[in-house]
């Protein structure tokens, strides 16, 4: 079955007839979403968009819950943020998950917005050899990890009036990263599962986000410093890329693209070989084999 050509004004598609008016997929909710006095719950908030995270919303009146794996990490942030919750929890083991669901279900009834924000970035030559265990550590943290955290939540989540899922994904989600391939993966796929899912909740009360971060200067990138390619003025602060989020979901923004994650998008569309031969420069001499790091 051939295809017929589609325009809209934000995007062109290339449908089957047995499509359905794809107008949908765009349209943006007039409502506005209150991000005071609700009780949140944010993963992977020991640092970075996390910390971010739990500092701003609980500035702006809101209960915070925050997860990690580490627990002296989690004391720390404690000390430095008396009014937030803490509890020990791998979003990579789905024993963990349902462990957090009880407890937050038991202690934090009225839990109504849930942050998937814990990740994990690694610099990946695929010439060198790797234990099969661990290639796909990326794919169980960022994206099975917010696929079951909605999964264990989501009934909860729905007996909520004002209820909202933030998914952090990545601008790397628009394009691939070569120097970390299973990021790219993983970052792809939760952008994929994040659309469908909006889809599938759309007659629900729960509002689904995604924030498609742009490079940060946070402790995920410290790993690429000394790479050839590397650029710190490119990164823009997390506090910056944190504030954009919360105006998206104050704003009711399906999508939330703050900096250079504006022109990642446009780029994906109209030059995708560019974008890739562009990310393909950074720490060549070590995905191509020349070096062992």
């Given at each position: 079955m051939k295809g017929i050509p589609f325009q809209l004004q934000h995007c062109d598609f290339w449908l089957h007839p047995f499509f359905c008016d794809c107008r949908t997929l765009h349209q943006q909710k007039t409502e506005t979403m209150n991000?005071?006095?609700?009780?949140i719950l944010v993963t992977g908030g020991t640092g970075g968009f996390g910390f971010e995270f739990a500092s701003k919303l609980i500035a702006l009146g809101n209960t915070v819950i925050i997860t990690g794996r580490n627990a002296q990490k989690l004391q720390e942030v404690k000390q430095k943020l008396p009014q937030v919750h803490t509890i020990q929890s791998d979003v990579s083991k789905a024993e963990d998950i349902i462990n957090l669901y009880e407890k937050v279900k038991k202690e934090f009834p009225n839990l109504n917005i849930l942050i998937n924000n814990a990740g994990e970035m690694r610099k990946i030559s695929l010439h060198h050899q790797h234990e099969l265990t661990?290639?796909?550590r990326e794919i169980e943290i960022n994206l099975m990890g917010p696929i079951r955290m909605v999964q264990q939540f989501l009934p909860h989540l729905k007996t909520?009036?004002?209820a909202a899922?933030?998914?952090v994904t990545s601008g790397i989600a628009l394009m691939a990263f070569p120097i970390s391939p299973i990021y790219s993966a993983s970052k792809s796929g939760l952008r994929s599962y994040t659309q469908a899912l909006r889809v599938q909740l759309k007659n629900t009360n729960i509002n689904v986000f995604e924030l498609v971060a742009p490079g940060s200067s946070t402790p995920l990138n410290?790993?690429?410093k000394n790479e050839d390619g590397f650029s710190a003025s490119a990164l823009m602060a997390p506090e910056k890329i944190v504030d954009a989020a919360i105006k998206g979901m104050q704003r009711n923004k399906d999508e939330i693209y703050p900096g250079i994650a504006k022109l990642m998008r446009?780029?994906?569309r109209i030059a995708p070989k560019?974008?890739?031969s562009q990310s393909g420069k950074m720490g060549a001499s070590f995905m191509y084999g020349k070096e062992q790091h």
């Open positions: 991000l005071t006095n609700n009780t661990d290639i796909t909520k009036t004002n899922i933030l998914n410290d790993k690429f446009i780029l994906s560019f974008l890739i």
